[in-house]
Structures are given as structure tokens and as C-alpha cells.
């Protein structure tokens, strides 16, 4: 048995020695250490030999199959380095193949409605500004006539940031409002502005309400500007999004910056008798605006008599989920790439 071994381990070091690709070598290992291999089958006869002897053998066996295992490590590893080798030279290889082309990744679903809208209202003539998500207490709320008994000032909406003695009270915006204040100090009238940004509420989460979420706010101060030109701009936004136009209503809304308030629905894109999305009314509620109320152009030294503007404040993350047939707007965060990966570039 002994000297059955010995023949093997020759045998199979000197065949892995030999071996001329990583094929053959992979050949050789099955053949010698496999489960069906000469060594394994040799084995199987330890049980047939006497207590005294077996000892020795399997001493002996377990040597053979270390010596085999090292000489196919070894010659993999030339063989692997002369492969490397070969390739770098540039033998055998074929510029003309195709690559394998690398993971690209595309807009998320609510930055893929951002940038179609700015495209749109830029070629309006619109500029696309730009706010801080720390905003002052003075631009999220005073500037905008939102007093300070406003329950939306209640901790329970708004995240407060540590006070500081001495420095303005500094809050996480809660609507893009802010960036009227912002646009309309540092541009003046006539001005026509789109500011999409990310907010933030403290809210109970549920399928359609984020804490954290994104919005687009509009604004066009000039002389002379109504109600007829912000229905045209919200209009042109809707057949943007939806790609034809939709019906739409007028409904009174209050928001302390705009006087009067409105909010616009839209007749459901999906349906015509109520569905899911529009929880069985045929309408579904779009998009809050007004006219610029003249406190929040006093505010920004705009003259109410002379100019007027309208205002609008859009959820997109809640767009992106109407145009996508998206059903929890707690995707959006989710970082999820299952979900991601459904809206390819
Ligand atoms: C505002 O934030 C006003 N600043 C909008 C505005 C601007 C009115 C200019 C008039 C003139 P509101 O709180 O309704 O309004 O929010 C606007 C939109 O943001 C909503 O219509 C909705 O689409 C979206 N939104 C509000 N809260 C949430 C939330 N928790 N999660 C996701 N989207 C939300």
C-alpha cells in the first residue's frame, strides 16, 4: 500500500509539474484528489488493512495529497502569471472586441422631474435659484406674513436648530418659500424665478407624507401680473409633467404669503370614473400658489403699488410619484436600488 502511495505521489506531482494550461491542471486535480479521484479510491481500502498498519498510511496518504495539492498550486500560479503576462504583452489581443460596458447610473425619479421642469422654465425665461436647507427664522416664516403665533412655527412641523445667543433663530426650511425672499432681495422686480430644493417637517410618515421631501417653488413678480398668468404658468408646468394638458379647478387655499390663495387640481391622468390615485374623486390635488401677498414684497423692498406677482409651490416628490404611478413616497429616501433601478437614464 505503501509503495502504491509513493507511485501516486510521483506520478501526480509530475503530472501537475507538466500540466500545460489551467484547463489540464484542473484536469489533474480532479483525476488525482476528486471525489472518484486515484487517491480518494486508494483510501477507501485504509479500512481493508490491519490496525498496525493503517497508522502509516494514512500518515503516508495525507503527505501524497499535500505534496499533489502544493504542485498544483504551484504550477497554477505560473501558469496564471504567464497569462498575465501574455495579456499584457498584447499577444492575442483584439482592440476591435467589444468592452463590457460599465454600471451607469440615471437621475432619481425626483431629479429626473426637477431637471424636465427646469428645462421647461427655462426656456420661459426663468432663472433657477438656489436656497440654503438652514434657513432663518426671518426668511422661512417673517418675510413670508407668517405671524409668529402660526401653528406652523409649533416644534411639532418645524426642526429647530440649537439657539445661539446673539445669531438669528436658524431653522431646517420647511417649504422652498424662502427663496422668493431670497430671489427678490438679491434680483428685484421684474423677476421670474423656479427654486427646487429639498425641505423638511416634523410629521408622522405615512405613504404620501415625507419629513424630509422635495419642492419646487415658482415665482414672477413684474408690473401688472394676475391671476390669469400664474393658471398659464401652472398650465404649461402640468402639460410639461403629464405631456398633454388636464382639466383643471381652482379651489380657495390660505397660505399667510399670498392673498388670495388657491389650490389646483388636476382631473386624474390615469382615470375617468376614480381610481387608486385619485381615492375614487377624479381629481387630485396638484399644486398651491396665490398672488405675492404686498407684506412679502414690503418685505423685500418691492413697491405693492407698482409691482405685483404670483407664487406657486410645488410637491415634487409627489409629482415624481403621479407621473411614475409611484404608491409610498418613502421610496424616494430609500436609497433602495431595487426601486432605482426602475428608472433607468
Ligand atoms: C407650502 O409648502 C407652500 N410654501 C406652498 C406655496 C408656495 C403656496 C407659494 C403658495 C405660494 P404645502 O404645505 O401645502 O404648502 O406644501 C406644498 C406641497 O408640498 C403639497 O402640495 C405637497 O405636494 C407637498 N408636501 C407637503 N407636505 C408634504 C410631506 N410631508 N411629504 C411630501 N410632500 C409634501
Same mark, same amino acid.
Given at each position: 500500500m505503501l509503495a502504491r502511495?509513493?507511485?501516486?505521489?510521483? +506520478?501526480?506531482?509530475?503530472?501537475? +509539474? *507538466?500540466? +500545460?494550461? &489551467?484547463?489540464?491542471? #484542473?484536469?489533474? +486535480?480532479?483525476?488525482?484528489?476528486?471525489?472518484s479521484g486515484r487517491l480518494t479510491a486508494l483510501l477507501r481500502e485504509v479500512g481493508k488493512l490491519s490496525a498496525e498498519e493503517r497508522p502509516a498510511v494514512g500518515r503516508t496518504a495525507n503527505e501524497v495529497k499535500t505534496a499533489i495539492s502544493g504542485a498544483l498550486a504551484a504550477r497554477r500560479e505560473v501558469l496564471e502569471q504567464g497569462a498575465l503576462a501574455s495579456d499584457l504583452s498584447g499577444a492575442g489581443l483584439d482592440p476591435t472586441l467589444p468592452g463590457s460596458p460599465p454600471p451607469v447610473g440615471a437621475a432619481h425619479p425626483v431629479l429626473a422631474v426637477a431637471r424636465q421642469l427646469e428645462d421647461? %422654465?427655462? *426656456?420661459?425665461?426663468?432663472? =433657477?435659484?438656489?436656497?440654503?436647507?438652514?434657513?432663518?427664522?426671518?426668511?422661512? %416664516?417673517?418675510?413670508?406674513? @407668517?405671524?409668529?403665533?402660526?401653528?406652523?412655527? /409649533?416644534?411639532? /412641523?418645524? @426642526?429647530? &436648530?440649537?439657539? #445661539?445667543?446673539?445669531?438669528?433663530? &436658524?431653522?431646517?426650511?420647511?417649504?422652498?418659500?424662502?427663496?422668493?425672499?431670497?430671489?427678490l432681495r438679491e434680483h428685484g422686480p421684474p423677476l421670474r424665478v423656479v427654486a427646487p430644493g429639498r425641505v423638511f417637517r416634523q410629521e408622522a410618515q405615512d405613504a404620501t407624507h415625507e419629513h424630509t421631501f422635495h419642492q419646487m417653488e415658482g415665482l414672477v413678480v413684474d408690473r401688472g401680473v394676475g391671476v390669469p398668468h400664474m393658471l398659464h404658468a401652472m398650465h404649461t408646468l402640468i402639460e410639461g409633467v403629464f405631456g398633454r394638458?388636464?382639466?383643471?379647478?381652482?379651489?380657495?387655499?390660505f397660505f399667510p404669503f399670498v392673498e388670495p390663495g388657491f389650490e389646483l387640481d388636476a382631473r386624474c391622468p390615469f382615470c375617468k370614473t376614480g381610481c387608486r390615485v385619485c381615492k375614487q374623486s377624479t381629481w387630485i390635488e396638484l399644486m398651491p400658489g396665490g398672488l405675492v401677498h404686498p407684506n412679502v414684497l414690503r418685505a423685500c423692498?418691492?413697491?405693492?403699488?407698482?409691482? *405685483?406677482? %404670483?407664487? %406657486?409651490?410645488?410637491?415634487?416628490?409627489? =409629482?415624481?410619484?403621479?407621473?411614475?404611478? @409611484?404608491?409610498? @413616497?418613502?421610496? $424616494? $429616501? *430609500?436609497? /433602495?436600488?431595487?426601486f432605482l433601478e426602475q428608472f433607468p437614464a
Open positions: 502511495l509513493e507511485e501516486l505521489r510521483a +506520478e501526480g506531482v509530475a503530472r501537475a +509539474e *507538466s500540466a +500545460e494550461d &489551467l484547463g489540464a491542471l #484542473e484536469r489533474v +486535480e480532479v483525476e488525482w484528489l476528486g471525489r421647461l %422654465f427655462l *426656456s420661459m425665461g426663468f432663472l =433657477i435659484a438656489d436656497g440654503p436647507e438652514v434657513e432663518t427664522e426671518e426668511r422661512n %416664516f417673517d418675510a413670508l406674513n @407668517i405671524p409668529s403665533d402660526h401653528p406652523a412655527r /409649533d416644534a411639532q /412641523d418645524t @426642526i429647530w &436648530l440649537q439657539d #445661539e445667543p446673539g445669531r438669528p433663530r &436658524l431653522c431646517l426650511r420647511t417649504h422652498t418659500s424662502p427663496v422668493q425672499v431670497r430671489a394638458p388636464l382639466e383643471t379647478r381652482l379651489r380657495p387655499g423692498d418691492v413697491d405693492p403699488e407698482i409691482y *405685483s406677482g %404670483f407664487a %406657486f409651490g410645488l410637491g415634487l416628490s409627489r =409629482i415624481a410619484m403621479l407621473r411614475w404611478g @409611484i404608491d409610498d @413616497i418613502r421610496w $424616494m $429616501m *430609500s436609497g /433602495d436600488l431595487g
